[in-house]
T-cell receptor, first 112, second 112 residues
Framework: DAKTTQPPSMDCAEGRAANLPCNHS???????VYWYRQIHSQGPQYIIH???NNETNEMASLIITEDRKSSTLILPHATLRDTAVYYC?????????????FGKGTHLIIQP | DVKVTQSSRYLVKRTGEKVFLECVQDMDHENMFWYRQDPGLGLRLIYFSYDVKMKEKGDIPEGYSVSREKKERFSLILESASTNQTSMYLCATQGLAYNEQFFGPGTRLTVL
């Protein structure tokens, strides 16, 4: 069973910030939060990950609450190409050969 | 950039045939994974490998086997294909220095 809960779908206007929530109330102290996305007919693509602190890269920002029970992925200026299914996953850091447990994700639709 | 290639994007086979799905990566990653993706079920881990000739069962290994004779290549084998193995198959790799997994484009297999 997936250890995260996400809304099944969200809409966002092009050019606006898209804020995707994720609940992970059973996360353990050394588990990371990972975000991936999957554009139709392609393999999943890594976006960002974090442990406790907020993180930012060229694709997105990740805000993790202080109690680590939830997080938000922010796409600051959404474009039509950001339409995809976004997966929030908790897991251990790299090196270990652990498969990722993908839930159903959030289908983000960017409206023109 | 990490490149993960899969031998076919689309494949049609008949029930009872032996099917080979190949995955090749060019980044010298230690860990490789095979997932299948079905509507409503998300991604499920079939097998993974953390080294040449090493393999571990994932969540749904029944009906599948794998082979990893060289570091860069991880093959998924359906010994006797059945219609319930019709699915999208995704290969992924992960290096010891990385937290994220890199996915191939997927192979959509149809078993008639």
């Amino acid at each position: 069973d997936a250890k995260t809960t996400q809304p099944p779908s969200m809409d966002c206007a092009e050019g606006r910030a898209a804020n995707l929530p994720c609940n992970h109330s059973t996360i353990s102290g050394n588990e990371y939060v990972y975000w991936y996305r999957q554009i139709h007919s392609q393999g999943p693509q890594y976006i960002i990950h974090g442990l406790k602190n907020n993180e930012t890269n060229e694709m997105a920002s990740l805000i993790i609450t202080e109690d680590r029970k939830s997080s938000t992925l922010i796409l600051p200026h959404a474009t039509l190409r950001d339409t995809a299914v976004y997966y929030c996953i908790v897991g251990y850091s790299g090196g270990g050969a652990d498969g990722l447990t993908f839930g159903k994700g959030t289908h983000l639709i960017i409206q023109p | 950039d990490v490149k993960v290639t899969q031998s076919s994007r689309y494949l049609v086979k008949r029930t009872g045939e032996k099917v080979f799905l190949e995955c090749v990566q060019d980044m010298d990653h230690e860990n490789m994974f095979w997932y299948r993706q079905d509507p409503g079920l998300g991604l499920r881990l079939i097998y993974f490998s953390y080294d040449v000739k090493m393999k571990e069962k994932g969540d749904i290994p029944e009906g599948y086997s794998v082979s990893r004779e060289k570091k860069e290549r991880f093959s998924l084998i359906l010994e006797s294909a059945s219609t319930n193995q019709t699915s999208m198959y995704l290969c992924a790799t992960q290096g010891l220095a990385y937290n994220e997994q890199f996915f191939g484009p997927g192979t959509r297999l149809t078993v008639l």
